[in-house]
């Protein structure tokens, strides 16, 4: 069993940055391969980025690329969201994914079977 606890929503204006965290528990993190996704209100869930296993390999939706920056520390079974430039369109709430699978990136929903409570983000304009 692998619980994931999301933080570092919050409010945010058009053009700032937040910093999403997800903490994993388990003893073989590393083998854990990661994602974020994110849900709007009346939307559905939506992939938004993935990790590997160490990081080297990271996957971004178009709508984030350039933007938001995965990463992990598997010394502290941690994953983070870098956002940038933050735009109300990405006004949702956030949640951190895994599963133990091969060493890539996954996208889809379906794809994952761990997941967190979720984070809002709201951005104002």
């Known amino acids: 069993q692998v619980q994931l606890v999301e933080s570092g929503g919050g409010l945010a204006q058009a053009g700032a940055s937040l910093r999403l965290s997800c903490a994993a528990s388990?003893?073989?993190?590393?083998?854990?391969?990661m994602g974020w996704f994110r849900q709007a209100p009346g939307k559905e869930r939506e992939f938004v980025s993935a990790?590997?296993?160490?990081?080297?390999?990271?996957h971004y939706a178009v709508s984030v690329k350039g933007r938001f920056t995965i990463s992990r520390d598997n010394a502290k079974n941690m994953v983070y969201l870098q956002m940038n430039s933050l735009q109300p369109e990405d006004t949702a709430v956030y949640y951190c994914?895994?599963?133990?699978?091969?060493?890539?990136?996954?996208?889809?929903?379906?794809?994952?079977?761990?997941w967190g409570q979720g984070t809002q983000v709201t951005v104002s304009s």
């Open positions: 994914a895994a599963d133990f699978r091969d060493n890539s990136y996954y996208t889809r929903h379906g794809d994952y079977k761990y």
């Open positions: 388990g003893r073989t993190f590393s083998s854990y391969v």
């Open positions: 990790i590997g296993w160490s990081g080297a390999l990271t």
